[in-house]
């Protein structure tokens, strides 16, 4: 036989053992692919405010992720949600200057049907998604579109994605039947993601959206002391251009069996708004059955430009011709509290249920105290069952 | 703690994935990370997909060289270390062989003339190797992970569970097996090897505590004409099959991959060469 006299037994398995631990010391990379069984996600929400006499939202939330043979998967979210109660319509000033919200007359009774689908194609490093989808309410109706590539380099340790998303939207009004306007916006946004190691992930985005069309609110007026009509209706400007900056940490301790969760969100606006959004978690692994989380997060926003609670005739000159009361563009801060029960059922299936308890209060916002709204409660629970088939 | 069993295809053999979590942790979170990286690696270096890298390499042999991430120059290297351990009879470019020899039952030997067309592309010295990059310096050539792709994925497989936290489990793809610590209880995993003479019956069960055990056998694919017998194990520099090759090897090393090499090697050097390389090695084995 050819074979010659190798060299010597121990020398060689050193120098195996000494290339092997080499290469296994590059970190290997994390790879994305599709989803290796067909997944579903469903869920029941229930939110309420002020224990159900503003507005309350039920419905449930289904969620289908499937592979598409090895190198595609399609996702499918549906979701039937009916709002009721009604959404705050003035605001008025009562005795001590102190704004009341007033709820519109007429109680709201609606249903929200949404559905949207996304197509992506993973080919080795790269992947590409297509997403479609429809939001339709009695008097609003939204269609939108994705394109979305994400790229994975340094050995797969770090994502690039880029994205473009557009809708457009019809707004219409029960108060108001010949009320049919237009609103279209379209999307870029930007991210890496980057595994620091097998147990660490950080990941940042940035969006930018811009809309143009109708941005009012048929259903809010403001409070006018002294003019011709005493509720001005809700008249905002017609281009709204904003920006949202997401970081994220996660990081898993595999000693203690938990991971941490962190997520800060800047968001800034040129109606004037810029909040920031701060979000700790913390999920333990029991050993039970159960696993918990338990999280905290804080929100402080200011108000925009042409934000006024109420105004006089005189003051109408100063603030120009957009005005609004909607809260939502009013300074605030809320404080939310979370806890999850997770509740393994099989190998395949895992039952969640979500608390949260949102407080919202003018002198959570941060720095002076913000708009003179009410503090207001709301609640969110929910029940998921997560499936794998 | 709760033994997770899960079986799945891949790298063209039946694998399996014993861990041992806390009763209420889904055993998915840690075996799809792990499916997922043994999916990675063989579709970067299939030799039967002609979008791997590894076909890419091929594809270019006499052309261009190709350009390399550090883990595929890490692969190489190993097969280097290999090659020069093994006095040349590990040699990643001998794949090409299988053109002509096929090792089922109804296979015929190939004729001299076929043999003798193909030694010529064979040898890890037209190998050409830069920082970056490789080039297959002959038309033609071509290289592959045989012994040594399997048992990276199971190192690497350990590897990352270990990292997500796992102290007792065992990952086995087709018999290449490493160990992420002993059983939960302490107690070692239980390997049964196959006897050659009988391979329906375990023959002899090996411990393992921690790190990895393979085997190769020559008793399975073999051409049988007369009373003569050609195993699939093939000397790169002659092109035709080992005639002393042991039966079966199996050697117990840190890593799978090391594992592997010396089995492949111990296989490929013939019995007398190969008993001396085991004892040399200073590693556990059988060998028959």
């Known amino acids: 036989m050819a074979a010659t006299k190798a060299r010597k037994g121990t020398q060689a398995v050193a120098c195996l053992n000494s290339a092997a631990a080499a290469l296994l010391g590059i970190s290997a990379p994390a790879v994305a692919g599709p989803p290796l069984n067909l997944q579903t996600d469903i869920e029941y929400v229930r939110y309420e405010e002020e224990g159900g006499k503003r507005m309350t939202v039920d419905g449930p939330r289904i969620s289908i992720r499937a592979p598409h043979g090895e190198e595609a998967a399609f996702t499918l979210n549906l979701s039937h949600e009916s709002v009721s109660g009604a959404s705050p319509a003035v605001v008025t000033f009562s005795s001590g200057n102190k704004p009341n919200i007033t709820l519109s007359g007429a109680s709201i009774q609606e249903t929200q049907n949404h559905v949207d689908g996304t197509y992506t194609l993973y080919d080795g490093d790269r992947s590409w998604s297509m997403g479609l989808g429809h939001a339709k309410e009695n008097d609003y109706r939204s269609r939108f579109g994705s394109l979305s590539v994400a790229r994975s380099i340094d050995q797969g340790n770090t994502e690039l994605t880029a994205g473009i998303g557009f809708s457009s939207d019809d707004i219409q009004s029960t108060n108001d039947p010949s009320l049919n306007e237009k609103r279209n916006t379209s999307e870029l946004s930007i991210g890496a993601s980057r595994t620091i190691s097998p147990t660490r992930l950080l990941q940042t985005t940035l969006l930018n959206r811009h809309g143009r069309g109708y941005f009012n609110d048929p259903y809010k007026n403001t409070f006018c002391i002294g003019c011709g009509s005493v509720f001005l209706p809700d008249l905002r400007p017609g281009e709204r251009n904003e920006w949202l900056l997401t970081s994220r940490l996660r990081n898993h301790f595999p000693e203690s069996r938990t991971t941490l969760k962190a997520e800060y969100r800047f968001y800034h606006d040129d109606w004037g708004v810029n909040a920031h959004t701060l979000d700790l978690g913390w999920i333990v692994e029991s050993g039970t059955p159960w696993n918990i989380e338990a999280g905290v997060r804080y929100h402080t926003q200011s108000e925009a430009d042409f934000f006024v609670g109420s105004y006089t005739e005189a003051s109408r000159v100063n603030q120009g011709e957009t005005v609004s009361s909607d809260y939502r563009l009013s300074s605030y801060g809320t404080l939310s509290s979370l806890m999850r029960l997770s509740r393994k059922m099989s190998d395949a299936s895992t039952l969640d249920f979500n608390m949260e308890h949102i407080r919202q209060d003018p002198s959570l916002h941060f720095g002076s105290t913000g708009s003179l709204f009410e503090s207001m409660d709301a609640w969110l629970l929910s029940v998921n069952l997560k499936q794998e088939f | ?288």
């Not at chain 2, 594809?59 to 991430?69: F, H, R, T, Y």
């Not at chain 2, 299988?98 to 043999?115: A, G, H, Q």
């Not at chain 2, 037209?126 to 071509?142: I, S």
């Not at chain 2, 035709?240 to 090393?253: G, M, Y």
């Open chain 2, 1 to 288: 703690m709760q033994l997770h069993t899960t079986h799945f295809s891949a790298l063209g053999s039946r694998n399996e994935i014993q861990l041992y979590l806390p009763e209420s942790t889904s055993a998915k979170e840690y075996i799809e990370p792990v499916i997922r990286e043994i999916n990675r690696i063989e579709k970067k270096y299939s030799r039967y997909q002609p979008d791997s890298l590894l076909s890419k390499i091929n594809q270019n042999a006499g052309i261009q060289p190709v350009a390399l991430d550090e883990e595929t120059e890490g692969l190489l290297h190993y097969a280097e270390q290999c090659h020069v351990a093994s006095n040349g009879m590990f040699d990643i470019t001998s794949g090409i062989l299988r053109k002509v020899w096929r090792f089922d039952k109804e296979s015929t030997l190939p004729s001299r003339e076929e043999i003798s067309r193909l030694v010529p592309r064979i040898g890890w010295k037209n190998v050409f190797r830069e920082p970056g990059g490789v080039f297959l310096r002959k038309k033609g050539m071509e290289i592959d992970f045989g012994g040594i792709g399997k048992e990276y994925a199971a190192d690497r497989a350990a590897q990352l569970l270990q990292e997500l936290g796992i102290n007792h489990g065992m990952v086995n793809l087709g018999g290449d097996i490493r160990a992420v610590g002993p059983q939960a209880d302490g107690s070692p995993w239980k390997i049964g090897i196959q006897s050659p003479a009988q391979p329906s019956a375990i023959h002899t069960i090996f411990p393992l505590y921690v790190g990895a055990i393979a085997t190769s056998g020559s008793y399975e694919r073999v051409i049988t004409i007369g009373s003569k017998q050609y195993c699939h194990l093939l000397n790169p520099m002659t092109g035709w099959p080992i005639e002393d090759a042991f039966s079966s090897v199996s050697v117990i090393a840190d890593h799978c991959m090391v594992a592997g090499s010396i089995t492949t090697i111990a296989m490929l050097l013939g019995r007398q060469s190969g008993e001396q390389w085991l004892r040399e090695s200073g590693l556990q084995y059988l060998a028959e």
